[in-house]
């Protein structure tokens, strides 16, 4: 799971629990978002076929894992489900959330990444999740696209659909959320965001402020301050957020595969997919929270991990031939976009 780190949120007299069946809807809202996906991709790629494996975890809880290989579209890809409980609370969520001490906690969440073989299409990352321990409960998660080619409409298409799914809930989200994950799925020994995008959000209890990052200064934070506390967020309506999100990743990404999947490519592109790739990986092994979620809780390595690509490459020096669309990637695509707002007309992205 894929998980931000955070300034500890305030915890409101009012905070109400979640309601007794929380964990069963939560749990099967989960594993039909898991199912709906791999069907929706399995028609899309039209050879692959996802494998399952199930796992336990010893200390309680499990999940499956399904993992795509060498289908027609996607070289390698994964949409897990995991379901986790105990009685020790990991690390990482004790330096948040200080007054879950002393309590059991589940946590159960879907998460995908996918990689195409053909580089005009993007690899894309979805989490949804929810952590209950006590008092304590909160739900997160966002999707985001990293294109290895610039595509504005598909940039666009993606971030419309996610803003469209936030709007049916409220519409200061979008502004939020998509703030939030531009700072978050940003590399900082490299200067440069990980692709356009997409939502992430973290800790939503209904308390408090929308935004929940580390990053008091930045954009995210100071939109969410502008805003005050956003009135009438409850449990459930929270859960129909994640609801909303999560069917909403197909219908954001289906149209962009079928829009590139036919484009040629030659050995210059696919070296240069390979290259960025790499910072797919160097995201996911010194940023993200996700994986230190997860090999704290002993949880399945090879289901933490299954993000990584099948093959990448890095290479010393590398600067993008200055004019060509690799170059333009770097130059427009990696800084932070108006993608929802972007038109065929624009006359600037």
Not at 16 to 34: G, H, V, Y
Not at 125 to 144: I, K, M, Q, S
Not at 245 to 257: D, R
């Amino acid at each position: 799971m894929s998980m931000s780190s955070t300034s500890t949120p305030p915890v409101s007299a009012q905070s109400t629990r979640p309601p007794e069946d929380s964990q069963a809807r939560i749990s099967a809202f989960m594993k039909n978002l898991q199912e709906s996906i791999c069907a929706g991709l399995e028609r899309l790629d039209g050879g692959g076929q996802f494998r399952e494996d199930m796992w336990e975890r010893p200390e309680g809880g499990g999940g499956r894992s399904r993992v795509i290989r060498e289908g027609n579209i996607f070289e390698q890809g994964g949409v897990n489900f995991s379901e986790v409980f105990g009685d020790k609370l990991p690390p990482s969520i004790l330096k948040q959330r200080p007054e879950a001490e002393g309590h059991g906690f589940y946590a159960t969440g879907t998460s995908m990444v996918l990689h195409p073989r053909n580089p005009y299409i993007p690899t894309v990352h979805l989490n949804y999740r929810y952590f209950e321990a006590g008092p304590v409960w909160w739900f997160g998660g966002g999707a985001d696209l990293t294109p290895y080619y610039p595509f504005a409409e598909d940039a666009a298409h993606f971030h419309k659909t996610l803003k469209t799914a936030c709007d049916r809930h409220h519409s200061e989200y979008y502004p939020v959320f998509k703030r939030w994950c531009d700072e978050y799925f940003y590399l900082k020994h490299r200067q440069e965001t990980r692709g356009v995008g997409g939502i992430f959000f973290d800790y939503q209890d209904g308390q408090g402020a929308l935004y929940r990052g580390p990053h008091a200064d930045g954009p995210a934070a100071d939109y969410s301050r502008k805003l005050g506390e956003i009135e009438s967020r409850d449990w459930e309506s929270l859960f129909g957020l994640a609801q909303s999100c999560g069917h909403s990743f197909l219908p954001a990404y289906e149209p962009i595969v079928e829009r590139r999947r036919q484009l040629e490519y030659g050995e210059r592109e696919r070296n240069f997919q390979l290259y960025r790739r790499g910072r797919y990986v160097e995201f996911n092994l010194v940023y993200d929270r996700g994986t230190i979620f997860g090999l704290q809780t002993n949880g399945r390595t090879e289901s933490i991990l299954m993000s990584l690509p099948p093959l990448v490459r890095w290479e010393y020096g590398y600067q993008p031939e200055p004019g060509t669309p690799e170059a333009q990637l770097y130059e427009e695509f990696l800084k932070p976009q108006d993608w929802a707002n972007w038109s065929a007309t624009s006359e600037s992205i």
